[in-house]
């Protein structure tokens, strides 16, 4: 089974920035499209970020602009660059495919706030 381990996570003030990182088990194929999602109690796994095998990548409209996903597969790592970062970003971030697939990770809390 193929697993996910997130870390990069924090406390950061409103328009600050973090990277997150995800280290997948097992190499990532390149045809493979791999997404970051993010979660709030008591709300679903909302779909944050996809980037596919040529590199091109897509985002929830309320993270374009400021966010930026990159994977590196000789490293089997996914990476979420977040700048500009707003209370309402305040989620535990999980990576794992899109669709999602195998083990979800821990996540990875990411606060904003004052």
């Known amino acids: 089974q193929v697993q996910f381990v997130e870390s990069g996570g924090g406390l950061v003030q409103p328009g600050g920035s973090l990277r997150l990182s995800c280290v997948v088990s097992g190499r990532i194929s390149g045809l493979w499209t791999m997404a970051w999602y993010r979660q709030t109690p008591g709300k679903p796994r909302d779909l944050v970020a996809t980037?596919?095998?040529?590199?091109?990548?897509t985002y929830a409209d309320s993270v374009k602009g400021r966010f930026a996903i990159s994977r590196d597969n000789a490293r089997s790592t996914v990476y979420l660059q977040m700048n500009s970062l707003r209370p309402e970003d305040t989620a535990v971030y999980y990576c794992n495919f899109a669709p999602a697939g195998g083990i979800w990770g821990q996540g990875t809390q990411v606060t904003v706030s004052s």
């Open positions: 980037i596919i095998s040529d590199m091109r990548t």
